[in-house]
């Protein structure tokens, strides 16, 4: 009936229907690589530790990225995340904000950097059968607790068991833990993120209705040097770009990228023959960023005098992740970094929703 309707499509050649003639795996193989796949080592003890503990444990939030408010910066926090977390299904599915799945059997999301599995609810409350993968145990184990499926897992070892499995693959957050500062320093940027776009073709159903990559990216305006990102944050002037970007790299470990470079990924591959997808939609979301992260500074300030646990988690955060709780306290607390991303009149980045259409088998 709207946009996800099943596509007249001319017969291709077997090899380029996805698996099985086009059939899908029922029910979705689990990942081959699941007892070797390993991924960045701070990543892991940044949601291990201070976000599992002291975020979500001891303040009691649900989640820290990006929830809906630009239309409505009163809304509670709960329903900011569970909208935006619908709308990038529904673009992921549909191409745009409501819609309904005509295509046959249930449509399938895989969610890479699934985070505790809010955006898992979301897209199975929608008929949505839903599949993540992250790199931390902890939140495979919440996932689970909620009847979701999550393993864990790189995307980079995605194996062949999963391509063409998917009508739509969604990125909330995750693709800025992707490249690291040294990865820049080293030219591999790049082919970094020629490679994610590889992967991402391969897993969505080359006939499917939807076929579309939706991410909410931070994206820088004003680029650092990745070198300086290397280094300590006191080394650099209180307050500097160089500060509050170290800050920020030695919490979450990773890099962003600039403002049209992922389109101009695009472009490359195209050149070499690849042409994997399109840009279909933009949007700067970084009004619900801003108030996303303004909203859960408060929360945890709160909690910091008024929740007991909050210390409690805290303390076992500091016990078992050291080094990560304490650059999490002074990033989060102190320098709110988090927070400078997006606040002033020139803020030095921009949070983008994209969605890539993918492109025709040839
Ligand atoms: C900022 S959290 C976002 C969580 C969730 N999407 C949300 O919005 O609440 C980043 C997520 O990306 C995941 N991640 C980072 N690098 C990854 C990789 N190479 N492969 C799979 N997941 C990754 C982390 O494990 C974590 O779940």
Known sequence: MLDATTTTQPEKPAAE???????????????R???TSTGEPGVVDCYSGPFHRIVFKGAGLAGYNEGRYADDPKRPHDEAHRLQNRKIVELGLFGREGGRWEGPGRPRVL?????????????????????????????????TRRGLTAYRLNYRDIGPEWDGQFDAVVLKGSLEHFVQPRDVVAGRDGAIHEQLFRILARVLDPRSAAGRVVNSTIHFLRRPDPAELLRSPFRHPAGSDAYHFGWLHHMYNGWHPCRGELAAVQERLAARGEPHFRLEREEDISEDY?????????????AALTRPRMWR??????????RSTLVHAWGLYVSQSTNWYFRGPTPPTVGLLQSWKRAPAA
Do not use: H, K, M, W
């Not at 229907?17 to 990942?31: E, F, K, V």
């Open 111 to 143: 969610d890479i950097g699934c985070g505790n599995g809010e955006l898992l609810a979301e897209a199975a409350a929608l008929g949505a059968e839903a599949v993540g993968i992250t790199l931390v145990p902890a939140q495979v184990d919440e996932c």
């Open 290 to 302: 801003r108030l996303s992260a303004e909203f859960c500074l408060g929360v945890i300030q709160r």
């Open 33 to 35: 690589a699941l007892a």
């Open 313 to 322: 988690e805290a303390l076992v955060s500091l016990a078992r992740y050291p």
């Open 17 to 31: 229907r996805g698996p099985a003639d086009g059939a899908r795996a029922r029910p979705l193989p689990p990942p």
